[in-house]
């Protein structure tokens, strides 16, 4: 079965603090994984989209790394802001379906001053 | 509009009522989506358009459920007999084109209540 799986499920930092969250996936044949923020109450927002030959992406302080051998990606958040506490979705699509998207169950992360 | 608008924002129903939530997907945007996100979780697929046609509604949970977009761009959701279960956030996201990195825009979403 398709699966997305994230660690962890919560997170709280300090501001200006680094952090990295991580995703698992089962998804096959693997086309591309993104990741997406979503604040409370609000649609979710793309971040990065990552296809088979990329390992590495950078949106701003947001960089997301993919290991398609090992199905494996994290989302590294650099010096952060109150603004980026949310949740961080990581959604994954297969091929021959990648209008299918699988979501995993999130990260919430809370930033406190 | 900039984006893509989903109405209401709010819905609470009795069980057993029948609701239509709509969304208003980004102009000129062909495919649209729907997704329902229950608390804690990330979005699940119920299903997609291509122009007006459904292309996949593999996600639709059963026959309650059903969703039509007749003129290729706004969309209605209709939930029929709605039970408590469909208590969710009910979200909608559209895009450009079918290409590997189609790009998904989210709608605020509509919170369905169901008591």
């Known amino acids: 079965k398709n699966q997305v799986e994230q660690s962890p499920q919560s997170l709280i930092i300090l501001e200006g603090k680094n952090c990295t969250l991580q995703c698992n996936y089962t998804v096959s044949p693997f086309s591309n994984l993104r990741w997406y923020k979503q604040d409370t109450g609000r649609g979710p927002v793309s971040l990065t989209i990552m296809t088979f030959s990329e390992n590495t992406k950078s949106n701003g302080r947001y960089t997301a790394t993919l290991d398609a051998d090992t199905k494996q990606s994290s989302l590294h958040i650099t010096a952060s802001q109150l603004s980026d506490s949310a949740s961080y979705i990581c959604?994954?699509?297969?091929?021959?379906?990648?209008?299918?998207?699988?979501f995993g169950t999130g990260t919430r992360l809370q930033v406190f001053p | 509009g900039a984006g893509v608008s989903q109405t209401p924002s709010n819905k609470v129903t009795e069980k057993g009522k029948y609701v239509e939530l709509r969304c208003d997907p980004i102009?000129?945007?062909?495919?649209l989506y729907w997704y329902r996100q229950s608390l804690g979780q990330g979005p699940e697929f119920l299903i997609y358009f291509q122009g007006t046609g459904a292309a996949d509604d593999s996600g639709l949970p059963n026959d309650r459920f059903f969703a039509v977009r007749p003129e290729g761009s706004v969309s209605t959701l209709k939930i029929q007999r709605t039970e408590r279960g469909d208590s969710a956030v009910y979200l909608c996201a559209s895009s450009l084109t079918l290409t590997v990195y189609n790009e998904q825009f989210f709608g605020p979403g509509t919170r369905l209540t169901v008591l």
């Open positions: 102009s000129g945007h062909t495919a």
């Open positions: 959604v994954v699509s297969a091929k021959y379906n990648t209008d299918k998207l699988i």
